[in-house]
């Protein structure tokens, strides 16, 4: 059974700030990682990707990956009241489908 | 682009009524296809998944079923709801193939079953 264990939060800072969201999964074959964001009531939107070890940035958002840990991490920088949602990790092997967690309720405070 | 179409938005339906929900990807082809539901304060359950026309994976047991009528379009059904039926129904595609790709989602179908 592939697991994909994040925190549930809420996790809450203040305008400006960093926020650090944490996700661990179980299949060591994992290979392709992801980052969704969702918006109460909404679908979840795609925001990161991340395939190799170490760190790939895009815009104020970084996702770090450890795949000797099976570890996935998401940093949000400056953070902003638009950013309050849920962040969803997800997890691919090969042909498998997505795996996803539970997610991490994030509220950014102004 | 590619855009995926998901519809009914929201839908309340009552216990032992029929359900169909329908999804259509454009600007693809041969898209994998897949039907999640997430219930109330918990995480996506992927209930079914598609790779081609007529091919339909079951990932859960239940009372739902899943068709692929044509290459983009998939539906979601059932002969008799439940009330553990109600869920926000998310439908996603992505390209096939081994490595990666990222799923993208429609706006999905808030589903009240009463």
């Known amino acids: 059974q592939k697991e994909v264990e994040q925190n549930s939060g809420p996790l809450s800072v203040p305008e400006g700030a960093i926020a650090s969201l944490n996700c661990t999964y179980s299949d060591r074959g994992s290979q392709s990682f992801f980052w969704y964001r969702q918006y109460s009531g909404k679908s979840p939107e795609l925001i990161m990707s991340i395939y190799s070890n170490g760190d790939k940035e895009d815009g104020r958002f970084t996702a770090q990956l450890n795949k000797a840990s099976q570890y996935v991490s998401l940093l949000i920088r400056d953070s902003q009241p638009s950013d309050s949602a849920t962040y969803l990790c997800a997890v691919r092997s090969g042909y498998s489908t997505l795996t996803f967690g539970k997610g991490t309720m994030l509220l950014v405070s102004p | 682009s590619q855009t995926i179409h998901q519809w009914p938005a929201t839908l309340v339906q009552p216990v032992g009524s029929p359900l169909s929900l329908e999804c259509t990807v454009e600007?693809?082809?041969?898209?994998?296809l897949y039907w999640y539901r997430q219930a109330a304060g918990r995480g996506l359950q992927l209930l079914f998944y598609?790779?081609?026309?007529?091919?339909i994976s079951s990932e859960v047991p239940q009372n739902l079923s899943a068709s692929r009528p044509q290459d983009r379009q998939f539906i979601l059904s059932s002969k008799k709801l439940l009330l553990s039926d109600s869920g926000f129904y998310l439908c996603a595609w992505n390209t096939g193939g081994f490595w990666n790709t990222e799923a993208f989602f429609g706006q999905g179908t808030r589903l009240t079953v009463v």
């Open positions: 600007g693809t082809s041969n898209p994998n």
């Open positions: 598609s790779v081609g026309i007529g091919q």
